[in-house]
T-cell receptor, first 114, second 112 residues
Framework: GAVVSQHPSRVICKSGTSVKIECRSL??????MFWYRQFPKQSLMLMAT?????????EQGVEKDKFLINHASLTLSTLTVTSAHPEDSSFYIC??????????FGSGTRLTVV | QQQVKQSPQSLIVQKGGISIINCAYE??????FPWYQQFPGKGPALLIA?????SEKKEGRFTISFNKSAKQFSLHIMDSQPGDSATYFC???????????FGTGTRLLVSP
């Protein structure tokens, strides 16, 4: 139980285009999901907290207009990287909370902007 | 206050040995302390977690030791195996599964 599916696992896009990453809780409902960014050999840095039916809460320094988060249902949150640039290339990871299990992480999305 | 400090940054252990990773925190509101294992290109996977009402928790070869007064907790991996070679992160969060604060990570290499 407590499985989180993240899609796609890898994506390459051209500079200036937008990319959408999906995070689904497969066997439970998640009121809250989290989005992280991880650079090589570094820790996970929280970007935003996604709450079902309301606006996401962004961490300091994260551009809201660049990283659009939508948590439209209790099982799906999406992160859209708008007007992507090479510096946005990173490993993006989502997480969902199941209160009897804790935090479960998706398998991550490797974004490469060329 | 939100930081979780983790050491060492890297660790090499011989097969069969004990791997020990340490973490320290400042925020006394933290009440959930998980450890995660991450392989390259994958998301973190929960290994074991502890709450401050117990001083030790053991699951298989993995043990968390927790010192509430010192605000420190550690992961012990007994009989370390080459398959344990990965990056390990400690983390902490407050009541209600609020945002998880991660340590800086430890790259463990278990030599055959």
């Amino acid at each position: 139980g407590a499985v989180v599916s993240q899609h796609p696992s890898r994506v390459i896009c051209k500079s200036g285009t937008s990319v959408k990453i999906e995070c689904r809780s497969l066997d439970f409902q998640a009121t809250t999901m989290f989005w992280y960014r991880q650079f090589p050999k570094q820790s996970l840095m929280l970007m935003a907290t996604s709450n079902e039916g309301s606006k996401a809460t962004y961490e300091q320094g994260v551009e809201k207009d660049k990283f659009l988060i939508n948590h439209a249902s209790l099982t799906l949150s999406t992160l859209t990287v708008t007007s992507a640039h090479p510096e946005d290339s990173s490993f993006y990871i989502c997480s969902a909370v199941r209160t009897d299990y804790g935090y479960t992480f998706g398998s991550g999305t490797r974004l490469t902007v060329v | 206050q939100q930081q979780v400090k983790q050491s060492p940054q890297s660790l090499i252990v011989q097969k069969g040995g004990i791997s020990i990773i340490n973490c320290a925190y400042e925020n006394t509101a933290f009440d959930y302390f998980p450890w995660y294992q991450q392989f390259p290109g994958k998301g973190p996977a929960l290994l074991i977690a502890i709450r401050p009402d117990v001083s030790e928790k053991k699951e298989g070869r993995f043990t968390i030791s927790f010192n509430k007064s010192a605000k420190q907790f550690s992961l012990h991996i007994m009989d370390s195996q080459p398959g344990d070679s990965a990056t390990y992160f400690c983390a902490a969060s407050s009541t209600g599964f609020q945002k998880l604060v991660f340590g800086t990570g430890t790259r463990l290499l278990v030599s055959p």
